[in-house]
């Protein structure tokens, strides 16, 4: 729809004096949190619930836009009358051309024009209050999701060998570590993310925790010669039926 309506800021304690907030035939959504995905007007105040109201256009008569308090604790006021009690949804009231409307401590005057702008309303490159999240965020907190699983894999891997090894977990020098292979991290995480083995697995795999081959026992020591004369060879178990340990102690 090519429907637009503007709200004017008339007096607030959180928005310029004078910005403009741009409603097209998607309406916008009022509330203190920020919402991904569709249109947002952002009042982030106490006195302004999480979901507080929305704007939607009635799709049947065109350009005519709506307003309902979807049951937030201090009310919407239109034109000086409050839309429903507290915690109450109100009914779709139509908003006209000078209406005015106020949530929380903002207060907007309602401006539709059939064609061009009055100069209250004209919009400028600075008086614009955005009612969509910067894209690039997005991306970065559609990433953080999956890197921070990642991150915390790679550290309940990391405390589950330390305590196979140990009993006792020292988490002030696991913290130590941590910060010493941050760096290294980012990098682990991402080849985490595209499915390789980040280096310190293959290192603990290839390296580190290698095997040491265990050295024959000297036959000429006092164990040996002792358990020769008991009848043990070299390379055979202990015990009478040879199915005990086979490594030197």
Request: glycine share 8%.
């Amino acid at each position: 729809s090519s429907a637009e309506m503007k709200l004017v800021v008339l007096d607030s304690e959180i928005l310029p004096l004078g910005s403009v907030v741009l409603v097209d035939g998607h309406g916008v959504s009022i509330g203190r949190d920020r919402v991904i995905g569709n249109p947002r007007l952002r009042l982030n105040e106490i006195v302004v619930s999480r979901f507080h109201a929305t704007i939607f256009e009635d799709v049947p008569l065109v350009d005519v836009f709506h307003i309902v308090d979807v049951g937030s604790m201090y009310g919407t006021s239109l034109n000086g009358q409050r839309l429903s009690e507290s915690k109450v949804s109100s009914s779709p009231t139509p908003l006209s051309h000078g209406d005015i409307l106020k949530v929380g401590s903002s207060q907007f005057q309602v401006h539709i024009h059939p064609q061009w702008p009055c100069d209250d309303c004209k919009v400028t490159s600075s008086n614009v209050i955005s009612t969509r999240h910067d894209e690039r965020r997005l991306k970065r907190a559609a990433l953080g999701e999956p890197e921070t699983r990642a991150r915390v894999a790679l550290a309940l891997r990391r405390e589950g060998e330390a305590s196979e090894s140990s009993g006792y977990i020292d988490r002030a020098a696991l913290r130590r570590k941590e910060e010493r292979t941050s760096a290294t991290d980012d990098v682990n995480v991402r080849e985490f993310l595209n499915g390789a083995q980040p280096d310190w697995e293959v290192r603990r795999r290839t390296g580190d925790e290698a095997s040491v081959p265990i050295p024959e026992a000297d036959p000429l020591n006092v164990g040996s010669r002792m358990l020769a004369k008991m009848g043990w060879a070299a390379g055979t178990g202990l015990g009478k039926d040879r199915s005990g340990r086979v490594d030197p102690v």
